[in-house]
């Protein structure tokens, strides 16, 4: 009876875990992003995506909000009173700002409509290890809590490391890609750390005005070495 009462929860989390999954492959497809694949987790899914960086805000928040809003719609609608507890247990857990949860992505996109690329990854991460220490702090340990814990401070401490790769793969799209940004911001000295999604930048020092692109040739030379 044991280890049926323990597969049924399984196969119900393991359903919510790919009905939400879905929702982002569904925006996706929409959007015409390149789904690379599908990694479902014994605690969750990632789905791999091969786009820019550079790849509009507004498509990136679309996909991300599409998982939650359709296990939600399954959650009120479709699934039995018994699956609901777990789905919603499942949703709060995914919306906290922990990367690489749909809450830690929110909260990236939030942080880049206010401040530069870098900054956004960085204050992302920084939030992400702050709100896992405090689950450490508050929860009652068990297998379930050590093995998600564990995992999630695995990738925290990862994305940490390549940030640096992370941000110079953003600058090398603006330098080798031709975008076509709306928006304006101004830079004041050569700082490409101030850099920010969906605009183009002129940098300005007491003499003269840059172009991003200018700015960029300095950093990259010809052989396309960091």
Known sequence: MGITGHFKMFVMILTIIFIHECGHILMAYILRWKIVKVNILPLGAVTIFDVDINKP????????L???????????????????IYSMMILGFNLLPIFPLDGSKFLNLFLNKITSFRNSLI???DISFLFLVLIIFK???NLILILVISFILGKI??????RNEIFNRFLLER???RYRFSRLKIIRG???KKMKRDFRHIFKDKKRCFSEREILLKRFDFKGKL
């Open 175 to 177: 330098f080798t890609k």
């Open 139 to 141: 929860s009652n340990f």
């Open 190 to 192: 050569m700082d490409t």
């Open 66 to 84: 599409m998982g939650p809003l359709v296990q939600i719609a399954f959650t009120c609608f479709v699934f039995p009173p018994e699956m609901r």
């Open 157 to 162: 401490i990862t994305e940490y490391r390549g």
């Open 57 to 64: 805000i507004w498509e990136e928040f679309l996909i991300a």
């Open 123 to 125: 204050f992302t991460l």
